[in-house]
């Protein structure tokens, strides 16, 4: 496999684009100290080659009333191939889970849970997860302040 290597102009568009995706190819020219073209040029290399998959606006959640935030720790009753693959596609299409990981430890797989309320959660629940056969058990931390959070990679 080829290693594709950056060098500090194709780092500082991708920090310039991490700010403000919105920047013309004028604007972050102006930034990163080149001319229009040549930042053109980069910015296809750069999606073209994955190190840009999208282009997203970062919404509030509160003015949305989906400023209630979970995580929830879920457990399968056993773990296979077959199990974790039918549990994903689920999870895919449940658009309250806005991010789902697998991960170590106790627990197979992180889910984080936007919604409006409590109420809401615990509906969700029991009318959501709960209907997905392969869960073993569930555990819901809740997030009482946020205190850091960022789309943006260290780069």
Same mark, same amino acid.
């Given at each position: 496999?080829?290693?594709?290597? /950056? %060098? *500090? ?10 700010? $403000? *995706? ?5 604007? @972050?020219?102006?930034?990163? $100290? /080149? ?10 290399? @750069?999606?073209?080659?994955? !190190?840009?998959?999208?282009?997203? *606006?970062?919404? %509030?959640?509160?003015?949305? $009333? &989906? ?10 009753? #056993? &773990?296979?191939?077959?199990?974790? #693959? ?14 789902? +990981?697998?991960?170590?430890?106790? +627990? %197979? +797989? &992180? @889910?984080?849970?936007?919604?409006? $309320? &409590?109420?809401? +959660? ?6 959501? @997860?709960?209907?997905? %056969? ?7 931390? !809740? ?9 943006? /990679?260290?780069?």
């Amino acid at each position: 496999m080829n290693e594709i290597h /950056l %060098d *500090a102009v194709d780092l500082d568009i991708l920090r310039c684009l991490q700010e $403000n *995706a919105r920047l013309t190819t004028k604007e @972050l020219a102006a930034k990163v $100290n /080149l001319t229009t073209t040549p930042v053109f040029e980069r910015l296809k290399r @750069l999606e073209r080659e994955g !190190f840009i998959k999208k282009y997203v *606006a970062v919404l %509030d959640a509160e003015k949305l $009333n &989906m400023g209630f935030v979970v995580f929830c720790s879920v457990k399968l009753k #056993q &773990m296979n191939k077959e199990v974790a #693959q039918a549990f994903i596609s689920v999870i895919k299409d449940i658009p309250q889970v806005v991010e789902c +990981y697998n991960i170590s430890g106790e +627990y %197979d +797989y &992180m @889910l984080k849970i936007h919604s409006p $309320n &409590m109420k809401y +959660y615990n509906e969700f629940i029991i009318n959501v @997860l709960g209907t997905i %056969d392969s869960i073993g058990s569930i555990l819901s931390s !809740f997030v009482m302040a946020e205190i850091k959070n960022t789309r943006a /990679l260290y780069l």
